[in-house]
């Protein structure tokens, strides 16, 4: 199964979905991440900054980008421990798109 990580900036909550404002593209990034598991087809992490700061070091690209660029160059997407996209999140279609690719075959 392939495996989609999504290193997130510091936020106030897990998901970033509290607080009287939401960020769109918070909203966004997780209705895709819901929609990508209940079709069964990836497994979906996340992780913050300042709480799990161990599972940034196991990706050496991560690590890499954030001494390059610091924390702008959160969030951070990964698929099967490859960087595919920094700065902003995937929509659903890129998504779908990174893991087609890693797992050979066209998205649908």
């Known amino acids: 199964m392939t495996r989609v990580e999504v290193f997130d900036p510091p936020m106030c909550c897990s998901t970033g ?27 979906v ?31 951070i997407t990964a698929v099967d421990g490859r960087v595919v996209k920094s700065g902003s999140y995937p929509s659903y279609e890129e998504l779908k798109g990174y893991v087609g690719t890693a797992a050979g075959v066209e998205a649908q």
């Open 17 to 43: 979905l509290c607080g009287p404002s939401v960020d769109p593209a918070l909203l966004d990034i997780h209705e895709s991440i819901l929609r990508l598991k209940n079709e069964g087809i990836v497994e």
């Open 45 to 75: 992490q996340r992780f913050l900054l300042q709480q799990q700061g161990s599972d940034f070091a196991k990706n050496p690209e991560v690590m890499k980008m954030l001494s390059d660029s610091g924390v702008e160059a959160l969030p």
